[in-house]
């Protein structure tokens, strides 16, 4: 089989790249053609067939002013799939990130060919004009539900921009007006039960063609439980994430000890003694650093798609505390293989880790050997025979 998979950045970004380059690895092992088209932005983490120019974050504004009819519709996209289309002969393709890049040109090229069409929902896109369903105070906001976007726009919800928000509210509304995804994408793939319901409450015409399929996690031979004497946060540094949160709650725990591994565009201040921070890590540095923390921490205070943090950190043999939001109870049972608290409460997050620092060896050792356990519905194998089934389904109706 000869999969086409498109994504925005060929780099290590977040967890859908993470996705993105694992589906990669398990297709190519399992003997399948994999063909990559990205953009060339980022520093490469793995190497594109294809790539297309898009104006970077950094680019004059001159430059975006120019490009700005490639943000609704990519006729450079469009082409550039034209002509894979034409020298690959690929049998499906399969798209992750593609919006403020990619755009939706690239759906009515694959549909005249007859190309079948795979999306992964990674984020909330295809019903919330800036994808995280947040105002700009970084409230839940749903105003959109009835499709009236110019919420988005009003309420600047897109780090509190007038321009970026109404950008993006002029896009999400020639995008359902002319190019509905729903149209051309034969199935959607719900990265969790969440994330299908919210898709269901917004736009039962995406549900209608959705299937819920986890992300994939590897899970070696179970390593010895190991308590280490810090907490841990790993992940991209964003507004949503939790992180101020956190840090407030460590202010109030001056005994403990929290690192925090990852880059981002948010910008941290008055970070207390007791926090440690450590920047980009390598997966295998990473991988350690995780296996070697008492607890991972994930205070997210958006409506997580999955919650790849929390599988990561459960595969290495640390019990996580993670916010009792989205789709992270999916993943973490409370008391059972981490322990949950109150999105956004800094006194819950504080009395929670209390709770937990002070398990019994066995009591830990129990809850690690848990975490173990709940992830065999996350499975690689699982992951990849759930897939392929979608693939083929499509492929042979």
Known sequence: MKILQINKYPSLKGGTETVLFDTIGLLKADGHDVILLSTDEGEVAYNPTYTISYPKRSASLIEKIYNLPSFFYNHSAAKMVELIIEKEKPD??????????????ILPVLKKHNIPI?????????ICPSYLLLDRTLQICERCINGNYLNCMFTRCAKGSFVESSLLTMEMYYRRLFYKTEKYVDRFICVSNFVYKKHEDFNKDISDKSIVIY?????????????????LYFGRLSREKGIRTL?????????LKLKIAGVGDLSLTEIPPNVELLGFKSKDELQSIIYNAQYTIVPSEWYETFGLSCTESLAQGTPVIASD???????????????LFEAGNVQSLKETILKAIVLSNEEYSEMAENGYQSLSKFSEDKYLKQLLTVYNELIYK
Do not use: W
């Open 92 to 105: 499906i393709a399969h798209i992750h990130l593609y919006q403020n890049s990619f755009s939706n040109s």
């Open 118 to 126: 795979v999306m992964t929902l990674h984020e909330y896109r295809q």
């Open 215 to 231: 992300n994939p996690v590897k899970v070696d031979t179970p390593k010895d439980i190991k308590k280490g004497d810090y907490l």
């Open 247 to 255: 840090l407030s709650a460590m202010k109030q725990l001056p005994d």
């Open 325 to 339: 939001i989205g789709a992270i109870p999916e993943i973490v049972q409370h008391s059972k293989n981490g322990f």
